[in-house]
């Protein structure tokens, strides 16, 4: 509960300040809001149901390639932003197939297959994404008003983050949330109580899928240029670290990983390619010693001091 009101209390402060701020700063803020979308897909696929994915990227540019293709057809805003997210969940579901057979490396290894897959079709059918040229994407119109501004653009993103993370706690309390939570501590155990596995993890990544599709439309419209050099298996990898180093389970959590992918590579950026191996000891240090994330560090500071010598 109380991370639900930090969540909200953050995005209110945004609202405020924003205005205030520089270009610079509403361009990281709206990236954030894109990025909060995506750690909230893996913390349904990989904190509900505890699969691992390391093919979200392809999601993320199925999305991102399907607003593309539709803006120049004047197709409307939230009609390419939905498209992008049907078209990445109906991807989800053969992604999921696998799932019903292996788990574990097993899966990350054939999510990353999917992934790797995606980025090549999308390089080498130059007729439609553009290949190694890549596609323009112009800013959005939103019922007659041009959000060309980023400022603009953070006005939507916020109440749509808002939205979806409604959407994801809502999942968390559902019969689904609560079926996945049983599968995740043990498959044989929730099996044999009547828990249809095939269709839980079917839906787990068809909603997952979806959150990131509509996440990469988004993000489509705010870089303006789509190259198939941002949607690697590197983007993968970032995505489950942040959603790790956030904390898989809360709205705060998906908010604070997309704050430290954002802002992490602004703050290090004279480290050149050093920057991989501080990301990797990072993620090593919160696995060891803050698996919770970010989002229960008030918590385990909680429980240290309460421990400490009388």
């Not at 997210?85 to 991807?91: D, N």
């Not at 049983?182 to 828990?195: Q, R």
């Not at 240090?285 to 803050?290: A, E, G, I, K, Q």
Request: net charge positive.
């Amino acid at each position: 509960m109380m991370g639900r009101a930090v969540f909200l209390a953050t995005l209110g402060l945004a609202l405020v300040l924003l205005p205030a701020s520089s270009a610079y700063v509403q361009f990281l803020v709206a990236t954030i809001l894109i990025y909060t979308l995506v750690a909230m897909s893996l913390t349904i696929l990989t904190g509900f149901g505890g699969q691992v994915s390391i093919g979200h990227a392809a999601f993320w540019a199925l999305g991102a390639y399907t607003t593309a293709i539709l803006t120049p057809m004047s197709v409307p805003f939230i009609v390419t932003v939905v498209a992008g997210g049907v078209v990445a969940a109906a991807l989800g579901i053969v992604v999921a197939l696998p799932a019903l057979r292996v788990q574990g490396h097993y899966l990350a290894i054939a999510t990353l297959g999917f992934a790797l897959f995606v980025q090549q079709v999308l390089y080498e059918w130059e007729s439609l994404t553009g290949g190694r040229h890549g596609l323009f994407v112009e800013r959005p119109n939103l019922f007659g008003f041009e959000l060309t501004t980023d400022l603009a653009y953070c006005y939507f993103l916020i109440p749509t983050v808002l939205l979806f993370s409604w959407i994801t706690d809502n999942l968390k309390r559902s019969h689904s949330g609560l079926a996945l939570f049983a599968l995740k501590m043990s498959s044989t155990a929730a099996t044999s109580a009547g828990i249809d596995r095939a269709r839980h993890l079917v839906l787990a990544f068809t909603v997952s899928a979806f959150f990131t599709g509509v996440s990469g439309a988004l993000y489509a419209h705010l870089i303006g240029y789509l190259s198939t050099e941002s949607f690697s298996l590197v983007t993968s990898l970032a995505f489950l670290t942040m959603a790790v180093i956030g904390g898989l389970g809360s709205s705060i959590g998906a908010l604070l990983g997309a704050a430290y992918l954002t802002l992490a590579p602004e703050v290090m950026r004279e480290l050149g390619s050093a920057q991989m191996v501080v990301y990797g000891l990072t993620l090593v240090l919160f696995l060891r010693f803050l698996p919770g994330g970010l989002a229960s560090l008030p918590e385990a500071l909680t429980r240290a001091w309460r421990r400490r010598p009388r």
